[in-house]
């Protein structure tokens, strides 16, 4: 069985991510979360977190997929184009301050790396959850959290392991400082 190492850098992006999704939630911003397949799952679940809890009952905290609305979804997909899904829904919600996390794990989804760019436009800070494979994202996110393995199953594994630990930081902090 592979396993995945983390390294002082790897552990410092996850906790720079928990940090830019902390103060934007302390300031009033939201949590924006997409991805395609898989990782649209892996974005509802960790809105999920966010929104019902992590590990106590508390105050519902701003987070939102944007994988769920079928009609947006398929009206941007019909009228425009798939690579835009996500981030025509950035460019209606996403304010300066919020987060807008898109999860790809080979790093080259057209529709996530577009909502990515479109969050920093609109001076949101933009993190993107990714794996070890061909990297074509530079320059589209703030924060990249690279799975450090080419194997899909392990990045995907992780990538939820990973969203558990920012979700849990991020709870910890706000609620209990």
């Given at each position: 069985?592979?396993?995945?190492?983390?390294?002082?850098?790897?552990?410092?992006?996850?906790?720079?991510?928990?940090?830019?999704?902390?103060?934007?939630?302390?300031?009033?911003?939201?949590?924006?979360?997409l991805g395609?397949?898989?990782?649209?799952?892996?974005?509802?679940?960790?809105?999920?977190?966010?929104?019902?809890?992590?590990?106590?009952?508390?105050?519902a905290?701003?987070a939102?997929?944007?994988?769920?609305?079928?009609?947006v979804?398929?009206?941007?997909?019909?009228?425009?184009?798939?690579?835009?899904?996500?981030?025509?829904?950035?460019?209606?919600?996403a304010?300066?301050?919020?987060?807008?996390?898109?999860?790809?794990?080979?790093?080259?989804?057209?529709?996530?790396?577009?909502a990515?760019?479109?969050?920093?436009k609109?001076?949101a800070?933009?993190?993107l959850?990714?794996?070890?494979?061909?990297?074509?994202?530079?320059g589209?996110?703030?924060?990249?959290?690279?799975?450090?393995?080419?194997?899909?199953?392990?990045?995907?594994?992780?990538?939820?392991?990973?969203a558990?630990?920012?979700?849990?930081?991020?709870?910890?902090?706000?609620?209990?400082?």
């Amino acid at each position: 069985m592979e396993s995945i190492a983390a390294d002082e850098k790897f552990l410092g992006t996850i906790a720079d991510a928990a940090a830019a999704i902390l103060g934007s939630l302390r300031a009033g911003g939201r949590l924006y979360l997409l991805g395609c397949g898989g990782s649209a799952a892996d974005a509802q679940h960790i809105a999920a977190e966010f929104v019902n809890r992590m590990h106590e009952t508390r105050k519902a905290l701003p987070a939102v997929a944007l994988t769920t609305d079928s009609s947006v979804i398929t009206a941007i997909g019909n009228d425009d184009s798939f690579d835009h899904i996500f981030s025509r829904q950035v460019e209606a919600l996403a304010r300066k301050g919020d987060v807008v996390m898109g999860i790809s794990t080979s790093g080259r989804s057209g529709s996530v790396l577009r909502a990515l760019r479109a969050g920093r436009k609109q001076g949101a800070k933009a993190i993107l959850l990714t794996g070890d494979l061909k990297e074509t994202f530079r320059g589209t996110a703030d924060l990249v959290i690279r799975v450090p393995s080419g194997s899909t199953p392990r990045i995907q594994e992780a990538h939820i392991a990973i969203a558990h630990i920012i979700a849990t930081l991020v709870e910890r902090e706000y609620f209990h400082g």
